[in-house]
């Protein structure tokens, strides 16, 4: 039963047209592939597609969805949240799902808005200019960002919930087991919780060599397992190669917290299917 719903062509950032990674897909066994490249953003941004692409976005998958045989595929976006800019709402009726994720918290001086996941020149820069150098501030704010979100403009599912820890690699910013850390992480998905939303754990800062965990971590994935939260096990895929990179190890661990399940879109509904097949 695998499947990857987090899925960058060369409509954004991704290397790669659609039909290719469809072709992987199905070479690799997959059910269910999402396609989610990142919905178009009213300023100017290098991996975002344009919005003059939208339709043909939406065309292309189409027809290779009526061509396919072995691999059921579904249309989604990778939506900002800005407040009062844009949200996955701006898009949801056109699509089978959404993911909604927070890569830029508030603007620079010069009206630029601040990449949390750019360059490390670029993070250094907003955490100066925005927060001056106080990291639990700025982390405060990402977090603060993504509840909003959550409560007021909800997605199909969150992603990589916790990215504010990319650079953050060998704890020198700030020790994610510090309590003022995991309160944000818990209150976030304590508010994930109340509105239903999905859980993704996504596996691409691992396979970047950027993290030692998913995200979100382990510690945030047994809180949401004990609160009972859907998960959905993605990749980020932006090469057609990466559709399920680190899926094996991930499941093992996810099913040594508990998870059992993973959400996957299979006949045009949301349904639990095992992680593994020895999962059951």
Same mark, same amino acid.
């Not at 490249?37 to 027809?63: G, I, N, V």
């Not at 100066?128 to 405060?140: E, H, Q, R, S, W």
């Not at 990179?245 to 059992?260: H, N, T, W």
């Not at 006949?267 to 299917?273: D, E, H, K, L, R």
């Given at each position: ?15 790669? &047209? ?12 997959? #059910? ?20 003059? /692409? $939208?339709?043909? @976005? ?22 900002? @949240? ?12 056109? $699509?089978?799902?959404?993911?909604? *994720? ?34 639990? &501030? ?17 997605? #199909? ?15 020198? !910013?700030?020790?994610?087991?510090? &309590? ?8 976030? $998905? ?16 691992? @396979? ?12 945030? $994935?047994?809180?949401?397992? /004990? ?14 190669? %990466? !559709? ?7 499941? %093992? ?5 508990? @998870? ?8 045009? *509904? ?11």
């Amino acid at each position: 039963m695998l499947s990857n719903f987090h899925t960058h062509t060369n409509y954004c950032d991704g290397k790669g &047209d659609a039909q290719t990674y469809a072709v992987r897909a199905e070479t690799l066994g997959l #059910t269910s592939l999402g396609f989610s490249s990142h919905a178009p953003l009213p300023f100017d941004c290098a991996w975002c597609m344009q919005e003059s /692409q $939208l339709p043909e @976005y939406l065309r292309a998958l189409k027809t290779i969805r009526s061509q396919l045989k072995n691999v059921e595929l579904y249309i989604g976006l990778e939506v900002d @949240y800005i407040p009062n800019v844009t949200g996955p709402g701006k898009f949801r009726a056109e $699509l089978d799902y959404t993911i909604g *994720s927070i890569h830029f918290a508030d603007q620079l001086p010069n009206t630029k808005h601040w990449e949390i996941d750019g360059s490390f020149e670029v993070f250094k820069e907003g955490l100066a200019l925005l927060f001056t150098n106080n990291i639990k &501030d700025a982390v405060a704010r990402y977090f603060e960002l993504t509840r909003e979100m959550i409560r007021t403009d909800c997605p #199909t599912i969150v992603g990589h919930l916790d990215k504010i820890k990319i650079h953050n690699k060998h704890q020198s !910013l700030f020790s994610e087991s510090d &309590d003022w850390y995991q309160q944000q992480v818990t209150q976030t $998905l304590d508010e994930l919780a109340r509105q239903g939303a999905f859980l993704e754990v996504n596996t691409r800062g691992i @396979y970047q060599g950027k993290t030692i965990e998913p995200y979100p971590g382990w510690r945030a $994935l047994l809180y949401a397992y /004990q609160k009972k939260i859907p998960i959905v096990l993605n990749s980020d895929a932006h090469h057609p190669d %990466q !559709l399920i990179q680190e899926f094996l190890s991930v499941m %093992q661990s996810l099913a040594k917290i508990g @998870y059992r399940e993973s959400m996957v879109l299979r006949q045009g *509904s949301w349904q639990a299917v095992p992680l593994t097949p020895k999962a059951n």
